[in-house]
């Protein structure tokens, strides 16, 4: 994600001679781990922005290049096995809320 994240930006700056190179097949390393994972609820404003920030790039990314992303936005669900758990769980939906991410 990081090395197609920058050569994404690069080449929004106008930059035309970047290659990225993988250890093996495109997305075989941890990439394909996080596929679907794309939520904005987290434990810091910081990283809610960045959450939001990438959500909005995902939005607009099959308009911006012509190909087919197929992402769809439509929630997730957490669960909390613990009392201390749910208490972190309160926190963050919270913070997100103040963010204005829809929480139910």
Same mark, same amino acid.
């Given at each position: ?5 920058? *050569?994404?930006? !690069? %080449?929004? #700056? /106008? ?6 190179? =993988?250890?093996?097949?495109?997305? &075989? ?7 679907g994972?794309v ?7 910081? *990283?809610?922005e !960045? %959450?939001? #920030? /990438? ?6 990314? =099959?308009?911006?290049?012509?190909? &087919? ?14 009392a ?13 809320r103040?963010?204005?991410? =829809?929480?139910?």
């Open positions: 994600m990081m090395g197609v994240g920058l *050569l994404y930006h !690069l %080449a929004l #700056e /106008g930059w035309q001679d970047c290659l990225l190179i =993988e250890k093996a097949d495109l997305t &075989s390393g941890s990439t394909w781990h996080a596929a994972l939520t904005q609820l987290r434990s810091s404003k910081t *990283l809610i !960045l %959450a939001r #920030e /990438g959500v909005e790039l995902y939005a607009k990314l =099959e308009a911006e290049t012509a190909g &087919s992303t197929r992402f769809k936005q439509t929630g997730s669900i957490a669960v909390a096995r613990t201390r758990r749910m208490n972190e769980f309160k926190r963050t939906i919270s913070l997100g103040s963010f204005g991410i =829809e929480i139910l």
